[in-house]
């Protein structure tokens, strides 16, 4: 300025091995000495194929410069914040809880925005640290744009199943992964040629992804609407900044406003599905303990069941003992009958084959009338016993009715003897 050397941004040269590439912003003071001032610029570009001067330069007063470049500052600072705490903060609910992979792929798309941030606008990384390496700023920028398509491809296909083919997905990856190749191994003269290819890319997975989206929300899939809305408007800032870095359009940098409305969409619906699972979670765990109960319920009035039954067994079991028991006394006690019956029965019939035979042969037939005194004595001795034998078939199968009435023992007992 007037011959002064005011600002520098890296080395200027003739030739690619004199200079050294620099991105940054300058905010310069100076005094006009008269109401002329010769400005200077001396630029040199051999790495990249927009480099130079990326911005219009504007004059004013010292104040009101300052003044928008605070608040530029202050809004960008504001947004890098919020986009790498909601990174952070989602990458930490996947490590918590691996099975979802939406908090996983939507948080590394907060960061990468959030990192890619400090890289575009008043490129505050380059004011934090003056001397981070030019190429590796390039580097990590375009390696941002290259991977965001995929990731937030994955990203809605955790939220919307079944609404991303299999195909893209593939295709998704081949193509990222060859652009990421090509930034990693090539200069930036290169790899800056393919801004416009990457910028197309990125575009076409959005509207890919809002395709999806409107065929949700048309099922009234939980939170698509949302999710359109917010893409479109995000959709419409990333367009506008690859014109603007392509030198079609005057107005720049919008994407990491239209990214932080989309971040703080996709919290709030992130956060609707953790609230709908606790509450599923609760529900689920309330039925548990409901279940719990009546199977512990259950389970007591089964034991307490199962002790009667058992003891109702053990009763019949005790009886079924006894009644064996009985009828075996009663069997043993029916031959012993039997033997004492055939014992009894053998006697006098014994004497009266031996009687008949005396009579039949004249053995002293003046006895004759006394042998036959004898047959009818035993014949109604074995009658007597046959009707007690009756009496007590009878007593047996409970064909004998009683009839109780008091009686003398004295005269009981006499019958006897």
Known sequence: ?????????????????????????????????????????????????????????????SDALTTRTNLSVAAETFITASLLVIGLYNLLLFVQRRKDRAPLYFGLFSMMFGIRSLLVGELMLTQLFPRFPWELQFKIEYLILCVSGYIITMYFDCIFPHYVSRWFRLGSRIATGALCLVVVTTPALIYSKLLLTIGAIVVLHMVYLMVGLVQAAVRRQDSALIFLVVSAITLVTVIDDFLYYNGWSLIGNLSPLGLLI???AQMMLLSSRFTRAASNEERIARELLYANDKLTELNTNLERTVQERTQALSAAHDDLRTSYDRLLHSEQGRKKLLAYITHDLRMPLSSMLGYVEAVQDSVKPERNEQYLKYIQDNTIRINRMI???????????????YRMEPVAVTRFLRGFF
Do not use: C, W, Y
């Not at 610029?41 to 130079?52: L, P, T, Y």
């Open 262 to 264: 989309f971040t703080i």
């Open 387 to 401: 009707e007690e034998l009756s009496f007590l078939s009878h007593l047996e199968t409970g064909q004998v009715s």
């Open 1 to 61: 300025m007037n011959g002064a050397l005011l600002a520098e941004v890296g080395v200027v040269g003739r030739d690619k091995n004199g200079v050294t590439p620099r991105l940054a912003t300058k905010l310069v003071f100076f005094q006009p000495a008269g109401s002329t001032v010769e400005l200077v610029m001396q630029v040199a570009n051999f790495q990249h194929k927009r480099g130079g001067i990326t911005k219009f330069i504007e004059l004013g007063g």
